[in-house]
């Protein structure tokens, strides 16, 4: 996926959530920050930030962040590209050719992020984006989430009734050694995923090849799903 007229920033600030400060040509801005995580490792006062601007010009905040440079990692931290990056990957044949591909699939209560259709073989995939890394290690999720939990419980039961079941942790970042799960902030997630894949559910993980302006699948890297021993 890409991104138009980005442009380099000095990150000072995270007000809120939504919100960081940024100097940019000598003025310092308001701008949305398009990841609601923490992300406390990335933006660190004085560190360099991407920027694009944003489709309303009536909005309070001029630019997106959409990027950080980690000390020379550059991680998108952009929690939509993702998805799309990943529509680009499975058109493109990522897990083979499709029949039919949708995006944003209802199934009773539930939304998947994508169902897709190999002749009979009908496939669900949810997709988690890791911006989390330590020394070349990567680990989702970076705080509690009861979504991702449900979803992975979710895709467990629908492969016992024969759907094609897949979940992707796309790293937002290049060259890691490694993805696990984040056991210290939410093992029952890490859990869940084990048993997950246990019955039957496809675990990918992926890196991206990330620039200032772009976000692609890249490569698979390998996952160990071993809890810590207590």
Same mark, same amino acid.
């Given at each position: ?8 920033? &000095?990150? %000072?600030? &995270? ?7 940024v100097e940019l040509d000598n003025q310092v801005l308001n701008v949305h920050v398009?990841?609601?995580? &923490?992300?406390?490792? %990335? %933006? ?13 010009? =009536? &909005? ?19 929690? =939509? ?10 058109? =493109? ?10 995006? +944003?699939?209802? %199934?009773?209560?539930?939304r998947f992020d994508f169902f897709a259709r190999r002749g009979e073989e009908k ?9 989390? +890394?330590?020394?070349?290690? =990567? ?34 970042? +290049? ?22 894949? +246990? ?32």
């Amino acid at each position: 996926m890409q991104y138009s007229a980005v442009v380099p920033a &000095r990150f %000072l600030s &995270r007000p809120n959530r939504f919100i960081a400060r940024v100097e940019l040509d000598n003025q310092v801005l308001n701008v949305h920050v398009k990841n609601t995580g &923490r992300c406390a490792e %990335l %933006l660190r006062p004085g560190c360099t930030v991407y920027l694009q601007p944003g489709g309303n010009p =009536a &909005r309070k905040t001029p630019y997106d962040l959409i990027a950080v440079d980690k000390d020379g990692l550059l991680v998108n931290m952009d929690s =939509a590209a993702p998805n799309q990056a990943v529509a680009e990957w499975l058109a =493109a044949g990522g897990i083979g050719p499709l029949d039919e591909l949708r995006a +944003e699939y209802k %199934l009773g209560a539930s939304r998947f992020d994508f169902f897709a259709r190999r002749g009979e073989e009908k496939i669900l995939m949810e997709v988690k984006g890791c911006t989390l +890394e330590e020394n070349g290690f =990567a680990r989702f999720p970076d705080a509690p989430t009861l979504r991702g939990l449900k979803h992975v419980e979710e895709l467990a039961a629908l492969a016992g009734q024969g759907w094609r079941c897949y979940v992707m942790i796309l790293l937002q970042m +290049e060259g890691m050694k490694q993805f696990s799960p984040n056991w210290s902030t939410h093992p029952d997630f890490g859990h869940a995923l084990r048993r997950a894949v +246990e019955v039957g559910v496809t675990l990918l993980t992926y890196d991206c090849r990330v620039t200032p302006s772009s976000l692609t699948v890249n490569a698979p890297i390998p996952a160990d799903l071993t809890p810590p021993e207590n």
